[in-house]
Each structure stands twice: as C-alpha cells, then as structure tokens.
C-alpha cells in the first residue's frame, strides 16, 4: 500500500486493486490500530482508531480531500505534506 504522509506517528495510505470499489477511502495506520476513512465524507468507515487519531485524521483530509479523490480516480499516488 503506497504511503502518502505520516505525522504524529499515524502513516496514511491508499491502494488500489482490481476489486477496489466505492466508496474511495485512505488508510490510517497508528500503532497496531487501523481506521478506513471515506474521503468524500470524513467518517471512519471501518477499524479501530483512537478518537485523537480520528480526529487527526480528519483534520488532515479536510485540507486534502480534493487531491485524495483525484488520487483515487486516477489511481495515481503522490506524497502529500503532514498535518
């Protein structure tokens, strides 16, 4: 799964397989914890994050949401500056 950014020890990921389908979704990873996010509508959509995390998460989507949509669509990763 190609890394995007980390910060504040939670690395964010996207992949894409051939049966990766809606809704389009990044991948936190904190420790022995995961969270799936949806990118069009913030919300942890499976895993178990902390809420801190979540909402760290949450924060830096906000500021990337467009980029990680066209990422997605495009299936064309780049690296995207920490929170």
């Known amino acids: 799964m190609p890394e995007i950014t980390r910060f504040y020890g939670i690395v964010i990921k996207m992949y894409f397989k051939d049966s990766e389908h809606e809704p389009s979704r990044i991948h936190a990873i904190y420790g022995d914890c995961m969270g799936a996010f949806n990118i069009k509508t913030m919300k942890m959509i499976q895993g178990d994050l902390p809420r801190k995390g979540q909402e760290l998460v949450r924060e830096w989507l906000a500021l990337h949401q467009n980029e ?7 299936q064309k990763i780049r690296k995207l500056p920490p929170l």
């Open 68 to 74: 990680l949509q066209e990422m997605w669509e495009s």
